[in-house]
């Protein structure tokens, strides 16, 4: 008979437990009496040999970014319901007193007794000589960007880029100075011919004086945001994917046919981004127009007769002489302008937010 395992106290006594030398199976390695890998390596969770991540920071520098950049973010919002606020409080004082319908009477005399004014024609003169000034430079923006991006040699197209980005950062009184002491003839002259062989068009009728017109004010208000919409249609034209271009190509397209297909689908949301950059930078100018306009108070669709106002420009020219009332009636018609830019913006987000997406879902 051969000897029976040794056993431990317990499996005398009916116990299940047997010595440190039977716990594990014949032919088990030593090594499996070693301790487990969580117990030997410091911080390690004991799965795949490796240890865990190190805990993060309480405080570390992307902690620290990511509160600067919200931070900046509820700032602007912070700032325009400042604005916002603020000239809502210095408006409504003139707006009580005002005598007259602020929507629909063409006047301003907030200086007077009874004050009486109206934001209807310089509201109007702000958005038509902004949409005649985009309706003139966008097609030749979008033309100078495409040469300079595909047709134009790369020494030649690279010059031309640089003098218009220059001639984006020239100050809009030059401009003004320039409309109103060189322009300001040639302008007249075509003004005349206009009514003359075309003075059945309303447009174009009226029986003078020509020169300080919306005409005038908006083909300086078309060459101050040319640069503009230039630059950053130029700059979306070449991010397109030179694998779109290729591959028109290869089917047989000609360059014109290429640019159609593949370059301007996927540059619109920039051009759309754009075109309204540069109808914000219209709708805001003050000394330009201020310089070039007949300041009027009326609603017309004439472009050639001397007339027109804006609401910057009226802002510029009156500010000096108002009154208390007369202030709160120019800060009124300022709320009307940031009231005017904010939904023209907005506007302009949804317009790339649904294309990006169109984008998205056909890709």
């Not at 865990?52 to 570390?60: E, I, K, S």
């Not at 520098?61 to 919200?70: C, D, H, V, W, Y």
């Not at 409080?89 to 907030?110: D, H, I, Q, S």
């Amino acid at each position: 008979m051969g000897e029976t395992p040794q056993r431990s106290a317990d499996a005398g006594t009916g116990g299940t437990r047997v010595t440190e030398g039977h716990e594990r199976p014949v032919g088990a390695s030593a090594r499996l009496a070693e301790p487990p890998v969580s117990t030997r390596i410091p911080g390690g969770a004991g799965l795949g040999g490796g240890g865990a991540l190190p805990r993060a920071r309480a405080f570390g520098a992307e902690r620290a970014f990511r509160g600067l950049t919200l931070a900046a973010g509820v700032a602007v919002l912070v700032i325009i319901a400042a604005i916002a606020v603020f000239l809502i409080a210095k408006a409504v004082p003139a707006l009580r007193a005002n005598t007259e319908g602020f929507w629909t009477f063409e006047g301003w005399f907030p200086n007077d007794a009874e004050p009486k004014f109206g934001i209807g024609a310089l509201a109007f003169g702000t958005v038509l000589s902004s949409a005649l000034a985009l309706l003139m430079a966008v097609p030749v923006a979008l033309g100078i960007a495409l040469y300079l991006s595909h047709y134009a040699p790369r020494r030649l197209g690279t010059t031309l880029g640089f003098l218009i980005d220059l001639l984006a950062a020239v100050p809009s009184v030059v401009f003004g100075l320039w409309g109103r002491d060189v322009f300001i003839n040639p302008v007249r002259d075509f003004s005349t011919w206009l009514n003359t062989y075309f003075g059945w068009i309303p447009v174009f009728g009226g029986d003078g004086p020509f020169g300080k017109s919306i005409m005038l004010g908006a083909l300086v208000l078309a060459i101050m945001v040319l640069p503009i919409i230039t630059s950053l249609s130029r700059e979306v034209f070449l991010q397109t994917p030179t694998a779109n271009e290729e591959a028109a190509l290869a089917l047989g397209a000609t360059r014109w046919e290429m640019i159609r297909t593949a370059v301007l689908p996927y540059g619109r949301p920039g051009i759309v981004a754009a075109v309204m950059l540069g109808l914000g930078r219209a709708l805001g100018e003050t000394i330009a127009l201020a310089m070039t306009l007949g300041i009027t108070f009326s609603i017309s669709f004439n472009l050639i007769e001397s007339g027109g106002n804006t609401i910057a420009a009226n802002i510029a020219n009156t500010f000096g002489e108002a009154n208390d009332t007369g202030r709160g009636a120019l800060i009124a018609s300022g709320l009307v302008l940031f009231a005017i830019t904010l939904i023209v913006n907005i506007t302009a987000r949804a317009i790339i937010h649904r294309r990006r997406e169109f984008t998205e879902s056909a890709a």
